[in-house]
């Protein structure tokens, strides 16, 4: 089964068992940084995001719990595996208590370590599924003002854009050939440069993108022919 590539952050003071735990999860694809205290984490947020934190317990400074705690305060949608030596009970409830996902009790083989990963990456693969903007049924043009909305929000279209998208969506099967659309436009095929015209839907793609569609919304099939890959209501 192939699993979701995540950016993880390896917070363990021992530097040995902190090597061989970012080299496990590299050679599984993903990208790793290890670090010895939860400060070094602080600075290396500002950096990069984080899909996964993998924290020791017993760390020099701030503790695995306080670290926890304020790790997913800060992200709430991040994956949290906790390995430590610490196996009481009452140490796995509060660490569960402060947004741990997975308790691990240490010494933890490379095997349980990457399943353990593997079920947290398959959980936020499905959260961003879920939270993916579903385009295709909730992009809609307001022809007169040249409003275009979506689930992410709306943006304004110049008049040429706003012929180009009604055209499209009206079109069989959304599809037509470049010469269709210059016509639209008034432009001349002949004397128009189709380096000038592919910026200009580039430029379209991007608004409809920023109003919650895919990148694959207005896309090239064929030779010249665009397709409007969304499902757009005009009012």
């Not at 295709?136 to 007169?144: A, E, F, K, M, W």
């Not at 929000?153 to 009604?166: F, R």
Request: hydrophobic fraction near 45%.
């Amino acid at each position: 089964m192939v699993h979701p590539l995540l950016n993880i952050a390896i917070v363990e003071d021992h530097d040995a068992l902190r090597e061989i735990m970012v080299e496990v999860l590299r050679r599984e694809g993903h990208h790793v940084q290890g670090l010895d205290c939860a400060e070094a984490l602080d600075d290396s947020l500002i950096r990069s995001h984080i899909d996964l934190l993998i924290s020791d317990l017993n760390l020099p400074g701030a503790d695995g719990y306080s670290l926890t705690r304020r790790f997913r305060a800060a992200h709430p949608l991040a994956g949290i595996i906790m390995v430590t030596a610490r196996d009481a009970l009452r140490d796995k409830v509060e660490g569960y208590e402060v947004g741990t996902d997975m308790y691990l009790a240490k010494p933890v083989s490379p095997e349980e370590l990457v399943a353990a990963v593997n079920t947290v990456a398959r959980r936020l693969q499905a959260q961003r599924a879920q939270s993916k903007p579903q385009t295709g049924t909730s992009l809609q043009l307001d022809s007169r003002h040249g409003t275009l909305s979506g689930p992410l929000g709306n943006c304004t279209l110049v008049a040429a854009e706003a012929t180009i998208l009604t055209a499209l969506a009206r079109a069989p099967d959304r599809q037509l050939e470049v010469w269709q659309l210059l016509e639209l436009l008034s432009l001349d095929l002949d004397t128009y440069s189709k380096a000038t015209f592919e910026v200009r839907l580039a430029r379209l793609r991007k608004k409809l993108m920023l109003v919650g569609a895919e990148k694959s919304c207005l896309r090239v099939i064929g030779r010249g022919t665009y397709q409007l890959t969304v499902t757009l209501r005009i009012y």
